[in-house]
């Protein structure tokens, strides 16, 4: 048998029948284009066309990805558009309707891994009380959690270290910078909350909070702030000239 089969779901074609992208001028071509300029520069239709690798009888790539998009209403309609669907445009199989559909998938996961990523200021005692406030505020049991910051002072991401009180027995100073150490911190930030709904720092806050100051500095990693969170309002150590 002379002809060669496509390597397709679609249909079976010989090879003079159908189009590739080889066949387009060079300006024209998606992977010359991506590889010359890079893949932000290519079209809706032509990143799509890269997905579908080949067209079908007579149709390249290109030609078959812009009727997808249409039919879909752009790029955003494919996140709504099902796999049978996909498959009444010509030349769009099992396959290929799948291939499609997945790297949309992988996009939407990619974004919202960038967006979980998003970190939020701490510059100061208001962005740390903004950012714990709500969620610590009327909690029932004491609960002790870290912001690790990094050299922007941006929250890397925040830690639970222990529920309970300050004392030596329930926190321990490695818990505290084992996270620091592991995310790269460049600074943190104590967070506790008192359930009695008073703000300000006891005793033992005062003398915990200096104990953890000064092996930051022995560490390089230096506390910058202790926010107590109280039902009614929050204190900020460093407002208070302690820390």
Known sequence: MSNIIEQSDDISLSTNSTLT??????????????DSAGVCTLSNAELLSVVLTTGRGGETALQTAQKILVMSGGPKGLLDTSPEELREVPGIGRVKSIRILAAVELGQRAAADRQAEVRSPASGPDDV??????????LP?????????????????SVQISQGGLASAVIHPRDIFR??????????????NHPSGDSSPSRADIESTQRFSELGKMMGIPVLDH???GAESSSSFSRLGLC
């Open 21 to 34: 992208m080889k066949q387009l001028p060079a300006t024209e071509q998606p992977y010359e284009k991506a």
């Open 129 to 138: 009380i903004r950012h714990v406030e709500s969620s610590m505020r009327y």
């Open 141 to 157: 049991r004491e609960e002790f959690h870290v912001l690790l910051l990094d050299t922007r002072n941006r929250i890397i991401k």
């Open 179 to 192: 996270e620091a150490v592991k995310a790269n911190a460049a600074s943190i930030v104590l967070v506790h």
């Open 227 to 229: 926010v107590i969170v």
